[in-house]
């Protein structure tokens, strides 16, 4: 016998040996808390902690509120919530943990698009209902939908629908893209050209930059697009390649005196971080806390800022407001049964900060909508101003194109 | 003509950057031979700190103080790093310094979360550089031509630093044979110490000048360390002009390959690294190394087929293991599935590198054929199951042939680089062929056949091919071929000169380690019900690495264990923290300075370390510097 031998007979051994007691290992994890109702929840809590963080403690304040008022039903409300690390495989996995091990009645949570089709395609199989918060492809409910999944935020096409009718009203003739190259940032183009050629038909598109996302070469682009002279730039960057892109296109001038439309770009996640370089006059889609004076949104800025001491951003009411649809569905279905959960679930209304909404029946799509205004600075930050809310029940397409879209079931 | 000539400072603005971080990185693997995944790390931290710094205290002395203090205090920390981790690890095998540096990263990714929050922060602008100049009629940022002036002026310093000092005379000295520097009798230890911070200092000053143009945030360092790897390697590893020329190349294509091709970014700089490779073989001013005089331990013995009782007590824990399904919930035995496919794709990884010496950064290419081959074959031929997964592995099978034939001209780290550019340009073709692969939204509905629907049943197709594949390719370690494969390895010239040619020897073995991995990619759409461009990604690849070198690379299945340890591991902690980078990071780092060997090569630990301890060479077989 060689010593080489005995190192690989013992590896082979060591590692089914390995298998058996990290199994055991797993097994010893998670162990069931005394809970009335579970709700399972997953997001990318280490891959987008800026938005994530403030995502969780919107959910955690909605479950604290719906507890101190009598749960669901007198039942108390439990969420267990779940790290994806940005990866559909690990959402998988979760999702599977929590649906077997834990008992959860209800799937709720997600941010990127992949992982937001992979938890509906889960659903779909395991028959277990799943609410979307923040995925923003089309296809989770149309081309891609199915009877268990819900979603919360408006859609891209939603999104671009609003910013195509404030476009339209521009003079700009001349266009040219900027968007990350993966299908959100294709689909988002791709929609608002479409949107904006219905209303103005004399608008041509000079110019597309596709930089890879999170890797964006910004003064190339900003320079090719310049280049090209468009009267107007549809953005659809956010996060630090939009900081990188604001930065070199501030300092080469290739905003001056352009009319750019941008996704997302007033939301607090990606407009603060810009600081005193933010933007102005950018026609955006987003989330003016500061300036939002309703009766629910006080409460809910009231609540959230006596709590955390911080203002929300848009990932804390997607949490809040995602919680209490939870909640809501709950209530009514008053069952654990997936169908009753379903049927409960269409044209179920349920209360946000931003006003009353409702999952269509038709493709489980909420009609929750967005703030669309234009980008200022104002003390050193950015904000939005002349901005109104816009319902996302009035930027749908008709039933007629959605029910075409939907596979049959 | 203007806007070209805006375009081309542009691209040598980008260059520089570039070239600050790629020089460091080059620096330190010419000398000490350490695969740095951490320099990206350095670099973010760079950042994070010249954030702080320049924050606190404003005015041109504030920011370019802050800068440079920034570069020394993470340097300083480099050095620190050196000394208690990667110095404990010069006489492991020499890729075990890679899994040190990867869990270096994933602690560092989740500190910096911790300490400056989640939120991405903005730097100041240079003070009396905020603005442009006017050159021809357009606007060039007046922070680019500074850093256009720096790169140059980096590269002229780390020039007379190295022709013009004894310390530089003794780096050059060690980048070309470092065996003959310390046979002269020079202090390697403290060498190395200095080198590595030199190396730490220029990438974090390259991560710190870049607060004025980018938002400090904590993908940095992974966003860094791809794009700096391929500079070094297309410039030639060690050499800091080929590094500066290859920086100069990247951004430039980069900025006017997009005038064409708008999207061309996605995969670019994988292009230009696989011609430059295919052309020539040691990048763009590289050398070949100086073949490596290290022989084949003589006291080595080369490992053996199983004896019979071992035999019977393999059999027995597979029997164990099938058990599990009767007594485990069925979360844990899709875990479990989960665990046995990537002991697969671990095991396929580990026959060409520890049989072959071929360590590829690349292998998840052949996962991510197989997965898209069956579901390919399932939702445009509408096949069951079984013969998707057959449709997988020809896939893989078809890919690591084209692929290997390229790469098995290469050897040592251009080998492994050229596995990461053919892994990258198979990723961004399911990721932009939206059309047939969905992109990044990936294939869905991708479920078992009735069969093998319950979780128990998929265990145990699971279970069945992960025996047969281990069984396969232990065959294959101990039969004529193999012998040969291990031949080719230990002395290619001593092979060829007994007919034994490296190349078709080794391209065989990696098509068909292509072939095994694919077949884990396959069962893996079926376990998922979908796949993703990320099984194709570098992410994949790397834990590939990880659990082949935590397995031990020395040894024959030491990646089963490898597999089965950092599977369940990163699991378990996933869904116990938010951390878990963190606490993965930090066991990695634990396992690597408690069993430098790896987990299977426990055993062999005591009996070459003697030997070691006189040469401090490296292990002859299987370092990613390997002799041509």
């Not at chain 1, 997953?42 to 995502?55: D, G």
């Not at chain 1, 102005?280 to 009231?302: C, M, N, R, S």
């Not at chain 1, 949490?319 to 569905?329: D, E, H, K, P």
């Not at chain 2, 059309?435 to 319950?454: I, M, Q, Y």
Request: include cysteine; hydrophobic fraction near 55%.
């Amino acid at each position: 016998m060689t010593g080489r031998a005995r190192v690989s007979r013992r590896a082979s051994a060591a590692g089914l040996g390995a298998l058996a007691v990290g199994l055991g290992w797993l097994g010893t994890a998670g162990a069931a808390l005394a809970a009335d109702i579970k709700v399972g929840e997953i997001n990318s809590y280490s891959a987008l902690p800026s938005f994530t963080e403030p995502y969780r403690k919107g959910w955690q304040l909605a479950v604290d509120e719906i507890n101190a008022h009598g749960g669901i039903g007198g039942k108390t409300l439990v969420v267990v919530s779940r790290d994806d690390a940005g990866k559909p495989g690990e959402a998988l996995t979760a999702a599977n943990e929590l649906v077997s091990r834990e008992g959860v009645v209800l799937l709720a949570g997600g941010f990127f698009s992949n992982v937001g089709l992979a938890l509906g395609d889960f659903a779909k199989q395991h028959r277990i209902v799943y609410v979307a918060g923040e995925p923003l492809t089309d296809a989770l409910v149309w081309s891609a939908g199915n009877r268990y999944t819900f979603r919360l935020r408006p859609s891209n096409y939603m999104q671009a629908a609003m910013l195509a009718e404030e476009a339209a009203k521009l003079p700009a003739k001349t266009w040219a893209s900027i968007a990350p190259n993966y299908e959100y940032g294709q689909s988002a183009v791709a929609v608002f050209k479409k949107l904006l050629s219905a209303r103005r038909p004399d608008v041509t598109w000079v110019a597309e930059q596709w930089p890879t996302q999170g890797k964006i070469d910004a003064g190339p682009v900003a320079q090719a697009i310049a280049a090209a002279k468009p009267d107007a730039i549809l953005n659809v960057e956010f996060g630090p390649d939009l900081v990188k892109l604001v930065r070199e296109g501030d300092t080469r001038g290739l905003f001056k005196g352009r009319s750019v439309v941008s996704f997302l770009t007033g939301e607090p996640e990606y407009l603060d971080p810009l600081k005193d370089e933010a933007p102005e006059g950018w026609i955006v889609t987003g989330y003016p806390w500061q300036a939002i004076h309703t009766p629910a949104h006080d409460a809910f800025l009231k609540a959230y800022q006596d709590r955390y001491h911080d203002h929300p951003r848009l990932g804390s009411v997607v949490g809040y407001a995602l919680i209490q649809a939870v909640a809501g569905i709950l209530r009514k279905a008053d069952s654990t049964d997936p169908e009753t959960i379903v049927a409960a679930a269409e044209g179920l209304g349920f209360d946000t900060p931003f006003g009353p909404a409702s999952f269509r029946a038709i493709d489980h799509q909420s009609t929750l909508g967005a703030f669309v205004g234009t980008t200022a600075r104002r003390d050193g930050a950015g904000v939005m101003e002349n901005f109104r809310y816009v319902d996302g029940a009035a930027v749908l397409p008709p039933d007629a194109d959605v029910k075409a879209l939907r596979p049959k079931e | 003509m203007d806007f070209v000539f805006a375009q081309f400072l542009t691209g040598l603005a980008g260059a520089a950057s570039l070239f600050l971080v790629a020089s460091g990185l080059s620096i330190i693997f010419g000398v000490t031979r350490v695969v740095n995944f951490a320099h990206g790390a350095f670099a973010m931290l760079g950042a994070y700190v010249a954030y702080t710094l320049t924050a606190r205290f404003s005015g041109p002395f504030g920011f370019w103080g802050g800068i440079l203090g920034a570069s020394v205090l993470v340097a300083l920390f480099g050095a620190v790093i050196e000394m208690a981790l990667l110095r404990r690890l010069y006489r492991a095998p020499e890729l075990f310094q890679l899994l040190a540096t990867f869990g270096l990263t994933l602690v560092f990714e989740d500190l910096v979360v911790l300490v400056w929050g989640p939120d991405d922060l903005l730097g100041p602008r240079a003070p009396g550089l905020a603005g442009a100049v006017e050159l021809f009629g357009q606007a060039v940022p007046s922070y680019d031509l500074l850093l256009i002036a720096l790169g140059p002026i980096a590269f002229g310093l780390l020039w007379l630093l190295f022709h013009r000092t004894r310390f530089g005379v003794l780096v050059r000295a060690a980048t070309q044979d470092r065996e003959m520097v310390a046979a002269l009798g020079v202090d390697g230890r403290w060498l190395f110490t200095a080198v590595f911070t030199l190396g730490v200092f220029m990438a974090a000053f390259g991560g710190a000048v870049q607060l004025p143009r980018d938002a400090v945030n904590h993908t940095i360092d992974l966003r860094l360390i791809v794009d700096v790897f391929v500079v070094v390697v297309i410039g030639g590893l060690g050499s800091v002009g080929g590094a500066f020329v290859a920086s100069v190349l990247v951004s430039e294509l980069d900025a006017f390959g997009i005038l064409v091709l708008p999207g061309v970014s996605l995969v670019l700089v994988f292009v230009v690294m696989a011609l430059v490779l295919v052309v020539r073989p040691f990048g763009l001013f590289g050398r070949a190394e100086a073949p490596s005089r290290a022989v084949p331990e003589p006291g080595r013995k080369p490992p053996a087929p199983l004896s019979a009782p071992a035999r019977l007590a393999v059999a027995a824990l597979v029997a164990a293991t099938a058990t599990v399904p009767l007594w485990a919930g069925d979360y844990l035995v899709t875990v479990g599935s989960e665990i046995l496919i990537v002991a697969i794709f671990a095991a396929s990884l580990q026959f060409i590198m520890s049989a072959g010496a071929m360590v590829s950064f690349g292998h998840a290419a052949y996962f991510g054929l197989g997965a898209y081959g069956a579901a390919l074959a399932v939702k445009l031929l509408g096949l069951p199951m079984l013969p998707a997964l057959a449709c997988g592995m020809l896939l893989a099978l078809a890919g690591a042939a084209l692929f290997g034939w390229f790469c098995v001209r290469l050897s040592g780290v251009y080998f492994a680089m050229l596995t990461l550019a053919f892994a990258q340009i198979a990723w961004s073709v399911a990721f932009g062929w939206t059309g047939v692969t969905g992109g990044d939204n990936g294939l869905l509905g991708l479920w078992p056949d009735g069969w093998a629907a319950s979780p128990r049943a998929f265990f145990w197709l699971c279970l069945a091919a992960a025996a047969a594949s281990v069984a396969l390719i232990r065959a294959l370690v101990f039969s004529p071929f193999g012998l040969g494969l291990r031949a080719v390895r230990d002395s290619a010239l001593r092979a060829e000169a007994l007919g034994l040619g490296r190349a078709p020897v080794q391209w065989a073995a990696f098509a068909l380690a292509g072939t095994v991995a694919g077949l884990a990619g396959g069962l893996f759409v079926f376990l998922k019900g979908s796949v993703f461009p990320d099984s194709l990604g570098i992410g994949t690849s790397v834990d590939g690495l990880v659990m082949v070198l935590l397995g031990g690379i020395g040894t024959v299945s030491g990646g089963v264990v490898g597999a089965v340890v950092y599977k369940a591991l990163s699991v378990w902690l996933i869904s116990q923290t938010d951390h878990s980078k963190l606490a993965l990071g930090l066991v990695i780092l634990a396992l690597v300075l408690l069993f430098p060997a790896g987990l299977g090569g426990l055993a062999s630990r005591l009996a070459p370390r003697r030997r070691r301890a006189a040469a401090p060479a490296v292990h002859p077989a299987v370092g990613v510097g390997g002799a041509p």
